[in-house]
């Protein structure tokens, strides 16, 4: 079936710097897309949600952007600091609403360097 | 406090014992969604309510796999008759409601199946 992927299961990168993560998703019909943040031990937290008729939504910090063309979802963190250590997941919601739940891809952990 | 909780937070229990997962959702959130999350996997989608009613049952791994919610509120996952492969992380999410609002996580309940 379709699904959300990752295109790096790991980015190291150092403080101050900002970080891109990349997400691949290949449901078309997808409308709308999450960006979790989860750190050891604990649930996902939400970060930003976009929806398909936008191309960038901006939050605290991050940005995420949407490329329908091609299918890919990036989440930019500027001034990137040490609590910006997690596992980052994408996520994607189906048409069909909360009866299919979200898809989610494998994640992306991020480690900032000193 | 304001979030989804989740308890217990963790359970060791032998193989073929049956285990009760409890959810207590936001406040004023229709929407519940189960989600198990294996070692250093994404999120696979289990259940999802809106009220009382869980329209697709689908998505639970296996007959053994049953839950509920009552009152609108507070939902169970029941699992019976465990096995070592049901060894995971089980996470609750609620929403305002279905489709494009933002799921919010709890904590989880890490299962480990002797």
């Known amino acids: 079936g379709e699904s959300v992927g990752l295109h790096l299961p790991t980015l190291s990168v150092q403080e101050g710097d900002n970080s891109i993560i990349n997400c691949a998703y290949s449901?078309?019909?997808?409308?709308?897309f999450i960006w979790y943040k989860q750190e050891s031990g604990k649930g996902p937290q939400f970060i930003i949600d976009i929806r398909s008729n936008m191309d960038k939504r901006q939050g605290q910090r991050v940005t995420v952007l949407l490329n329908k063309t091609v299918k890919h979802l990036s989440l930019q963190i500027a001034a990137t600091q040490p609590g910006d250590s997690a596992v980052y997941f994408c996520?994607?919601?189906?048409?069909?609403?909360?009866?299919?739940?979200?898809?989610f891809g494998k994640g992306t952990h991020l480690i900032i360097q000193p | 406090g304001a979030g989804v909780s989740q308890s217990p937070s963790n359970k060791v229990t032998e193989k073929g014992k049956d285990v009760e997962l409890r959810c207590d959702p936001i406040?004023?959130?229709?929407?519940l969604y189960w989600y198990r999350q294996s070692l250093g996997q994404g999120l696979e989608f289990l259940i999802y309510?809106?009220?009382?009613?869980?329209?697709?049952k689908s998505g639970l791994p296996s007959d053994r796999f049953s839950a509920e919610r009552t009152g609108g509120s507070v939902s169970t996952l029941t699992i019976q008759r465990t096995q070592q492969e049901d060894s995971a992380v089980y996470l609750c999410?609620?929403?305002?409601?279905?489709?494009?609002?933002?799921?919010?996580f709890g904590d989880g309940t890490r299962l480990s199946i002797l």
């Open positions: 999410a609620s929403s305002l409601g279905q489709g494009r609002q933002p799921q919010h």
């Open positions: 996520a994607e919601s189906p048409p069909g609403g909360g009866a299919d739940g979200l898809t």
């Open positions: 309510f809106q009220g009382n009613s869980a329209p697709d």
């Open positions: 406040s004023g959130h229709t929407a």
């Open positions: 449901n078309s019909a997808s409308d709308y």
